[in-house]
């Protein structure tokens, strides 16, 4: 298996932007006897061949002029890997590509076809080849042989068929398979998904277009998952299901009760004899068995007995406590000594509950009895163009991990998540919201002129249920074991049709998992009471700071927010040079084409810039931006904290991430470098933070905690301009578990010291051995609205900025700044090549974009993975001119 994977910024434009897919290196569900199909695809467009699969199939048919296909992967990324395409998330290249609306659907239908060795098996041995994933529906051939033998549709399904009989006797085996697009594909008009035809389909919705991305032109066409060849003795081990209860409320510290672990398996004899023999596994080193015969020709599930783990160790969310993971591995053992098939499951031991909170009028969470404020984030898909990797998948979660959020939710109109996207969110403790294939845009929510079909015939969409339940059934079984999957969703902002969703409440659900909330839509009555009309949700886009703190909203909301482009060195990545000027978005303006194709909403995020002065160049634009962007963010999630369980029981923000290159909602961009978005919101979303309300100054403690803090002392300081600091008081106090306090207010303070040029607040929370356990720091504008005091600020030359190297890929950065100097205000850090200046992606820093006030010193630690290439660091803050620190050794 290929792990060449490196993300620096070289790297990334390479693979992701050359289309080259990257593969896996692990799994959570495993077979022990399996390998990946991955390289040496070959394909061709279907108008170019005329011989058909059983011909194409045999090894003697000449591939000459077949050109090498990116598998897994879509026609797309094999285009781009061919250098046919431009790169379509540069500029304006995506208008340059064909879309498949235009061109008919045969002109994204291809042959791929892939040669490998495998020798014919002995005795009762079976060879299985296995299909994770292919859009939109295929044939599929061996060696001269038909092997699907009745239709294989739907982007959602995984398929496994026993190719024993049609291996070849020389071990030479040559497989082909055609891939046709989804039907209908979809006109893309600019609406949300479309017309909405591409929702007729069991496939993802976006490709048709949204208004945070543009369409994807042959809707993801391809075998765009992995493909696997397992082997097995005569009996076939599959979709092994671990449960866990966890009763009554624990704590992460000390021994625990005990926990009761439930596993079934479901066994397959595909032979014409019966088979008797042992299943098992092993925890811990206890093993639990049972004896299992099976007729021919048939799939039993088999449940094993309960297994009671004494003083488990507990998987928590991130911030709660650890994630810890066990390995369990079953085995089905013929006559009870012969291993015939096994599987590995990694899993958590946990348990989730849910009740109804009458005070919010929403749903709040339990895990493992302990009640949890959820702070999310909305996720699409890692890429746009599907090219996956777990590398990729780790670091997205990671970011997520930390902003200090707790949940990751994964919208409707994508997919259900891979289990390396699962991986990642059991090891860094998000837990997920999975949605399944329905949105309320394409599935008729609401009367919409540019959809092609009417409100009752879209909410009838996809044409085939019976696939949507079957493919709901398999995508239950492939991710369910992962701890971090809390709540199944039936569709965003929409049920799915009444024969969907009452099979999959009712019994699908309850019989293959049994353990989780399913909330029927994303923005539900029975998730988060809408007592304030509307939609359930929102609001969309920039908002005053005040909106959040003084405005309630949905009490479980689950999508609200949406600002954040990135900085200039982002910018550059996806713009050209001739683009790269301040984007003007007036009444009289006429935006710059790219800056709009890729979702800058410059109108109202502008009006926020400006009062921070005229930007000299598109630099300083992105740099005030990102001053724009942290405030936001940080808003938002303080906003939302200081009314949690009165008001709310948790917030989801719309949205965290973006699969391509464009300015609408990210907190780090397509290349995963974080902008300032990013940090405002880790700030804010602390699990024990100190904050000031932007209407009244109340000076506040949050504490998400399960525990309570005491003699914590709280310090209050103002800083003016030149850097003069006041302390305003410093007090101890204490609080207690899932609450928040106020204080005092500091309205008049800021008022009084900010009214010709803004004021500087600085709130920190020490412990009693003076450990900084929250630090928060405040600018605020002068009387007239406008940051005039920090256009005037002195440059902050004398900061001093030293690197050390603590390990391999780990750097500490410390800034101290002399006690005579004003603030260093807003101060980005970035691990950078020392040759090329480019940014080392992705770097992963506990702090950024940080102020350092007079006679203080601030680390950071940042992390990465290692490679020959030699590092410098740059420093660059609002009054800080860019300078590069070399690192000592």
């Known amino acids: 298996m290929r792990k060449d994977f490196n993300i620096k910024l070289p790297a990334i434009l390479f693979f992701l932007m050359s289309g080259i897919m990257?593969?896996?290196?692990?799994?959570?569900?495993?077979?022990?006897?399996?390998?990946?199909?991955?390289?040496?695809?070959?394909?061709?467009?279907?108008?170019?061949?005329?011989?058909?699969?059983?011909?194409?199939?045999?090894?003697?048919?000449?591939?000459?002029?077949?050109?090498?296909?990116?598998?897994?992967?879509?026609v797309l990324t094999t285009l781009l890997a061919n250098k046919e395409i431009p790169d379509p998330f540069y500029g304006l290249?995506?208008?340059?590509?064909?879309?498949?609306?235009?061109?008919?659907?045969?002109?994204?239908?291809?042959?791929?076809?892939?040669?490998?060795?495998?020798?014919?098996?002995a005795n009762d041995d079976q060879v299985w080849l296995k299909f994770r994933g292919i859009n939109y529906s295929c044939e599929i051939f061996l060696n001269g042989s038909k092997i699907n033998t009745t239709a294989y549709e739907g982007m959602f399904l995984r398929q496994s068929f026993n190719i024993t009989p049609f291996l070849s006797k020389d071990g030479n085996n040559r497989i082909a398979v055609i891939v046709h697009p989804p039907d209908p594909v979809g006109k893309a008009n600019g609406g949300q998904g479309g017309d909405g035809m591409i929702a007729k389909n069991v496939s993802i919705q976006y490709t048709a277009g949204w208004d945070w991305i543009r369409p994807i032109r042959d809707r993801n066409t391809g075998i765009w998952d992995k493909v696997y060849i397992e082997k097995t003795r005569s009996v076939n081990l599959k979709d092994p299901h671990i449960i866990t209860l966890v009763p009554g409320r624990r704590t992460p510290e000390g021994n625990q009760q005990p926990a009761v672990i439930k596993v079934t398996a479901d066994l397959e004899n595909p032979g014409n004899k019966p088979v008797e023999g042992l299943l098992q596994y092993v925890i811990e080193g206890n093993k639990v068995s049972k004896k299992v015969s099976l007729a021919p020709h048939t799939t039993k599930t088999i449940t094993l007995d309960d297994f009671t783990l004494k003083n488990p160790k507990l998987w928590w969310p991130a911030g709660y406590g650890k994630q810890y993971l066990y390995k369990a591995q079953l085995q089905f053992l013929e006559k009870g000594n012969i291993q015939s098939d096994s599987e590995t499951v990694t899993f958590g031991v946990r348990e989730i509950q849910t009740d109804w909170n009458a005070t919010t009028g929403s749903?709040?969470?339990?895990?493992?009895?302990?009640?949890?404020?959820?702070?999310?984030?909305?996720?699409?898909?890692?890429?746009?163009?599907?090219?996956?990797?777990?590398?990729?998948?780790?670091?997205?979660?990671?970011?997520?991990?930390?902003?200090?959020?707790?949940?990751i939710r994964i919208w409707g109109g994508a997919l259900v998540e891979r289990p390396e996207f699962y991986q990642?969110?059991?090891?860094?403790?998000?837990?997920?919201?999975?949605?399944?294939?329905?949105?309320?845009?394409?599935?008729?929510?609401?009367?919409?002129?540019?959809?092609?079909?009417?409100?009752?015939?879209?909410?009838?969409?996809?044409?085939?249920?019976?696939?949507?339940?079957?493919?709901?059934?398999?995508?239950?079984?492939?991710?369910?074991?992962?701890?971090s999957l809390a709540i199944w969703c039936g569709g965003n902002e929409i049920t799915p049709p009444e024969d969907i969703l009452v099979p999959l409440r009712d019994s699908i659900l309850p019989k293959l998992d049994g353990t989780r909330w399913f909330v029927e839509y994303s923005n539900s009555d029975s998730m988060s009471y809408n007592s304030l009309g509307g939609n359930g949700d929102g609001p969309y886009g920039i908002q005053p700071i005040s909106t959040f703190w003084e405005n309630r909203t949905f009490p479980f909301n689950s999508e609200v927010g949406s600002v954040g482009i990135g900085d200039y060195e982002s910018l550059?990545?996806?713009?050209?040079?001739?683009?790269?000027?301040?984007?003007?978005?007036?009444?009289?303006?006429?935006?710059?084409?790219?800056?709009?194709?890729?979702?800058?909403?410059?109108?109202?995020?502008?009006?926020?810039?400006?009062?921070?002065?005229?930007?000299?160049?598109?630099?300083?634009?992105?740099?005030?931006?990102?001053?724009?962007?942290?405030?936001?963010?940080?808003?938002?999630?303080?906003?939302?904290?200081?009314?949690?369980?009165?008001?709310y029981t948790g917030v989801i923000i719309w949205k965290t991430q973006n699969p391509w290159t464009a300015m609408r909602g990210q907190?780090?961009?397509?290349?995963?470098?974080?902008?300032?978005?990013?940090?405002?919101?880790?700030?804010?979303?602390?699990?024990?933070?100190?904050?000031?309300?932007?209407?009244?100054?109340?000076?506040?403690?949050?504490?998400?905690?399960?525990?309570?803090?005491?003699?914590?002392?709280?310090?209050?300081?103002?800083?003016?301009?030149?850097?003069?600091?006041?302390?305003?008081?410093?007090?101890?106090?204490?609080?207690?578990?899932?609450?928040?306090?106020?204080?005092?207010?500091?309205?008049?303070?800021?008022?009084?010291?900010?009214?010709?040029?803004?004021?500087?607040?600085?709130?920190?929370?020490?412990?009693?051995?003076?450990?900084?356990?929250?630090?928060?720091?405040?600018?605020?504008?002068?009387?007239?609205?406008?940051?005039?005091?920090?256009?005037?600020?002195?440059?902050?030359?004398?900061?001093?900025?030293?690197?050390r190297k603590q390990s391999e890929g780990k750097i500490e950065v410390t800034l101290t700044n002399p006690s005579n100097n004003p603030v260093a205000f807003f101060n980005r850090i970035s691990l950078v090549n020392e040759q090329t200046r480019e940014r080392v992606l992705p770097t992963f820093y506990d702090d950024n974009y940080i102020s350092v006030s007079p006679g203080t010193e601030k680390r950071v630690i940042l992390e990465y993975k290692p490679d020959n290439q030699k590092t410098v660091i740059s420093i660059e803050g609002w009054n800080l001119p860019q300078k590069y620190i070399s690192i000592e050794k």
């Open 22 to 74: 990257l593969q896996f290196s692990g799994h959570v569900t495993f077979a022990q006897n399996q390998y990946e199909l991955n390289e040496g695809w070959k394909c061709a467009p279907i108008k170019t061949v005329k011989d058909d699969g059983k011909t194409i199939s045999k090894t003697g048919f000449s591939l000459a002029g077949w050109k090498p296909a990116v598998v897994p992967g879509t």
């Open 93 to 121: 290249n995506n208008e340059k590509i064909p879309d498949i609306y235009d061109t008919g659907r045969e002109f994204y239908t291809y042959w791929f076809v892939k040669e490998f060795k495998e020798p014919f098996p």
């Open 363 to 407: 749903r709040q969470i339990y895990v493992n009895g302990q009640k949890i404020f959820i702070k999310g984030g909305n996720w699409i898909i890692s890429d746009a163009m599907l090219r996956f990797s777990e590398e990729r998948y780790d670091a997205e979660v990671r970011f997520h991990r930390d902003m200090n959020l707790n949940l």
């Open 424 to 483: 990642a969110c059991d090891k860094y403790g998000m837990l997920v919201f999975q949605d399944f294939w329905i949105s309320g845009d394409c599935n008729g929510r609401w009367v919409d002129p540019q959809k092609k079909e009417d409100q009752w015939t879209r909410r009838k969409y996809p044409d085939n249920h019976t696939l949507f339940l079957k493919s709901a059934e398999d995508m239950i079984k492939m991710v369910r074991n992962h701890p």
């Open 572 to 647: 550059k990545r996806f713009i050209p040079k001739e683009n790269l000027n301040v984007p003007k978005f007036g009444t009289s303006d006429k935006p710059d084409s790219v800056w709009t194709y890729h979702t800058y909403t410059g109108v109202g995020y502008n009006q926020y810039i400006e009062p921070y002065g005229p930007s000299k160049d598109i630099k300083d634009f992105a740099l005030k931006a990102q001053l724009v962007n942290y405030d936001q963010y940080r808003g938002l999630i303080e906003g939302f904290s200081a009314h949690m369980w009165e008001w």
């Open 667 to 803: 907190m780090y961009d397509y290349y995963l470098d974080p902008n300032a978005c990013l940090y405002g919101l880790k700030s804010g979303s602390e699990l024990l933070h100190v904050m000031c309300n932007p209407v009244d100054g109340m000076v506040m403690i949050v504490n998400n905690d399960f525990k309570p803090y005491r003699n914590l002392m709280l310090v209050v300081k103002t800083y003016d301009i030149s850097g003069k600091e006041k302390l305003v008081t410093q007090v101890f106090s204490n609080i207690e578990p899932a609450s928040f306090k106020k204080y005092f207010s500091v309205k008049k303070t800021i008022d009084d010291m900010g009214k010709d040029s803004g004021v500087f607040l600085s709130l920190q929370l020490l412990d009693e051995n003076k450990k900084v356990l929250s630090d928060n720091f405040y600018w605020y504008p002068d009387a007239k609205g406008n940051y005039s005091g920090l256009n005037n600020m002195q440059k902050a030359d004398n900061l001093k900025v030293t690197a």
